[in-house]
């Protein structure tokens, strides 16, 4: 399946699996754009938390998921899940470079009347499976998804993109508990480790550290890359994609407000809109010329 942004972007009909890492480093700016644009227009918030997740939610849909943009109810797909729903408008904007809806849509994010909420609802857009932002249950929605799977004999699998503030819910590690007793080796978590929370440093609010060994003592295939390299996360995925025996965590490094220089690791900007000025600074930083 060609994806829709990258198709019009560089014009040549490249699959998804296939991608030049290069073009899809260059596809993450132009995403962190997008979602400043979207910040700042729509009087959004939580534009910190999205930036730190975007490469990760990129890389999910270019890189690992089998979902058809035509077909988005396929019984076949794959499911994903951004737990951590206030960051939704970086699945927003995955979804429409990957050719869920028109880019156009974008530009209605947290309008009144908009299918873009600030918060998803279930199908709000074809594509999106749940209601997210109520933090602490995603990961065991995603579970549903991956024991039913297992139940029908159908050979999808279901991602989750949880927060490291989100872990100090007892139904995260409930879910952690689960997985691995029904053999669900279909099922994926990613922790997005940008260590905030809403007004505190993740590890001084409950001791999350070390994380990585945490869920592997829950009996998880565990991993630990830098979640905003655009090739940890792709080779990453790719080795996912051909091999899975357990269910697995992947403790995924990344920076808050990461790619703009006066919004990285700044907690401010769980909160703070972007005036036109710092969209404009952060458009000239990112190199976008248009």
């Known amino acids: 399946m060609v994806s829709f942004f990258t ?94 809806f028109d880019k156009e849509l974008l530009k209605t994010f947290n309008l009144d009347g908009s299918s873009l909420p600030e918060h998803p609802t279930p199908n709000c857009i074809p594509g999106l499976e749940i209601a997210t932002g109520s933090l602490g249950h995603g990961l065991s929605v995603g579970l549903g998804f991956a024991l039913g799977a297992k139940i029908m004999n159908k050979n999808y699998k279901t ?64 991993y630990e890359i830098d979640g905003n390299n655009i090739e940890e996360i792709s080779s990453l995925f790719e080795k996912i994609k051909k091999s899975q025996e357990k269910p697995i965590a992947i403790v995924a490094n990344t920076i808050k407000g990461k790619g703009i220089s006066f919004m990285e690791d700044d907690n401010n900007w769980h909160y703070k809109v972007p005036t036109y000025e710092e969209l404009e600074s952060a458009k000239i930083e990112l190199g976008i010329d248009k």
């Not at 995260?172 to 905030?196: G, Q, S, T």
């Not at 929370?197 to 060994?213: G, I, V």
Request: proline letters at 4%; glycine letters at 4%.
């Open 7 to 100: 198709s019009i972007l560089y014009n040549t009909p490249i699959m998804s699996n296939a991608i030049n890492l290069s073009n899809l480093d260059n596809l993450t700016k132009l995403a962190r754009y997008e979602l400043i644009k979207m910040s700042h227009f729509g009087k959004a918030p939580h534009l910190g938390s999205a930036l730190s997740c975007i490469d990760i939610v990129l890389c999910a849909y270019e890189k690992l998921l089998n979902i058809d943009p035509k077909n988005p109810k396929d019984p076949n797909r794959d499911r994903f899940i951004l737990s951590k729903g206030h960051a939704i408008s970086a699945q927003y904007v995955a979804m429409c470079y990957r050719g869920f």
């Open 159 to 222: 991602l989750v993109v949880l927060s490291d503030g989100e872990c100090n819910e007892g139904s995260v590690w409930e879910a952690a508990l689960f997985a691995p007793k029904k053999n669900l080796n279909n099922i994926i978590a990613v922790i997005d480790y940008n260590k905030w929370q809403a007004t505190a440093r993740s590890n001084d609010t409950l001791a999350l550290s070390p994380l990585k060994e945490k869920w592997e003592a829950f009996g998880w295939q565990t």
